[in-house]
Nanobody, 120 residues
Framework: QVQVVQSGGGSVQAGESLRLSCAVSGDIFSLRALGWYRQAPGKEREVVAVYSSTSRTTYGDTVKDRFTISRDNDRNAAFLQMSNLKPEDTAVYIC??????????????WSQGTQVTVSS
């Protein structure tokens, strides 16, 4: 059983920072990618930041100059440092893991999600 557990989040004022953590555990052959998505009420889910097994990073256009994703490969964990937060960043943030349980089979797992609220 693969589990994706995240921590962090909360309510902050605009301009402040938050850090999210995500860790993957279970029977894993390899971790293909680890990252965060977010979804605000009435809006579609969007990519925030993704860290691949090749050490490539991808950022959403609205966060790429303010957010930074990092990886602890030994612990199958990732961290999202969110700086200069804006009210538009308010959303539920969900960690996603793309896991290979065999050399070829690939599965997607999601964390429980956490609310991030940014006030003016």
């Amino acid at each position: 059983q693969v589990q994706v557990v995240q921590s962090g989040g909360g309510s902050v004022q605009a301009g402040e920072s938050l850090r999210l953590s995500c860790a993957v555990s279970g029977d894993i052959f390899s971790l293909r990618a680890l990252g965060w998505y977010r979804q605000a009420p009435g809006k579609e889910r969007e990519v925030v930041a993704v860290y691949s097994s090749t050490s490539r990073t991808t950022y959403g256009d609205t966060v790429k100059d303010r957010f930074t994703i990092s990886r602890d490969n030994d612990r199958n964990a990732a961290f999202l440092q969110m700086s200069n937060l804006k009210p538009e960043d308010t959303a539920v943030y969900i960690c996603n893991a793309i896991v290979r349980k065999t050399p070829t089979n690939e599965y997607s797992y999601w964390s429980q999600g956490t609310q991030v609220t940014v006030s003016s």
